[in-house]
Structures are given as C-alpha cells and as structure tokens.
C-alpha cells in the first residue's frame, strides 16, 4: 500500500499542481475587460485554481500519513473536487461566445485535469479497499 499509494499521490499532486499552473498562464479565462473588469469566467478561473491547490495538499497529506482511513477519506474529498473541476465550467456563467478563451481553451482544459484526477483517486481507493 505504501508505495502504491506514494506514486498516487505524487501523480495527483503533479496533475493538481499543473491545473492550477495551467489555469493561471496557457489555459486561462478571457483577459480584463477595457475598462478593467473581468468577465464572468475569471471567477471559474479562480475556484479552478483554489480547487487544484486543495487536492495538492489533500496529496501531499496523504504521502504523509499512515493512517488507511484518513487516506481514504482524503482520496474520496479529492474525488468529490475533481468532479465539482469537471462541472464547474458547466454550472457557472462564461463568456457567451463560444469562440472565446474559457470555452475553447479552459474548459477542455478543466475536462481533461479532473477525469485525470478522478480516474487517479479511483485507483487509489480500489488499492487502498484492498489493503484494508
């Protein structure tokens, strides 16, 4: 279980780490407004990035601890916020156009990092059920 369980959470902190790395430079929202305001999509940005900053530490925790079920109960909360990553450019208000950056970029982005981390934090809870 240890070394299982330390190369998962090495590979969810490295796919969270450049999720938010990625939302915050490449793949990020549309820029400022002229007036100097941002669009809608700037907030999905940034719960994005706070969400990938949460499941890294989530990680980390877990590579540091022992305890099986604390574990477990990091990996499901970490599952849980890949999804809300997965739903989130869905469920909240972008841009209109679908041409424009949060549509064409972030959000496929944001797709592509939380089926990652979900299919990730998966695997782990099937090793981890399994060494209980």
Known sequence: MKKTNTILSVLISIVAVLMVIGV???????????????MHCHMVQLIA????ICIACFSIISFFTKNKT?????????MIMAVI??????AMKMCMMNTMQCHSVMKPFLLVAGIIMIILSAISLVTISKDR
């Open 85 to 90: 990553t997965i739903i989130l450019p869905f």
């Open 49 to 52: 990035a706070c969400l990938g």
């Open 70 to 78: 604390f574990v477990l109960i990091l990996r499901v909360v970490s």
């Open 24 to 38: 915050s430079t490449v793949f990020s929202a549309c820029g400022p407004k002229d007036d100097g305001s941002y």
